[in-house]
């Protein structure tokens, strides 16, 4: 189970929402869910299925394509999956965050 991707509830991040909502806490479990099987999905694909994470290994000796996945799912509005930018796409079509 190391080596798949775990993206959990977090709080202090950026305003999420233009109204200030700054944690995921309590409603972004879909999200988070999604995030987690697209990631996955990633990186069977960019890796392989047979690729594991090696035990131990620092952030720095992770491999670049790995590094780059995970970048994509960064908790911060400029990541293009963040939770920031699904949050805002559900906002277009009516579904607020943080309900």
Known sequence: MRSRLWFTYR???QA???GGVTTDA???CM???AQMM???AMVVHSMGREWRLPPEV??????????S??????DRP????SIHNIARAGEEVGKKAGR
Not at 69 to 74: D, G, M, T
């Open 26 to 28: 309590g409603w972004g």
């Open 16 to 18: 999420i929402t233009p």
């Open 11 to 13: 709080s202090g991040l």
């Open 58 to 67: 620092s952030y720095e000796a992770l491999p670049d394509a790995y590094k």
């Open 78 to 81: 400029d990541a293009p999956l």
């Open 69 to 74: 996945i995970l970048s994509v799912f960064a």
């Open 38 to 40: 697209f990631a996955q």
């Open 31 to 33: 999200l988070r869910s």
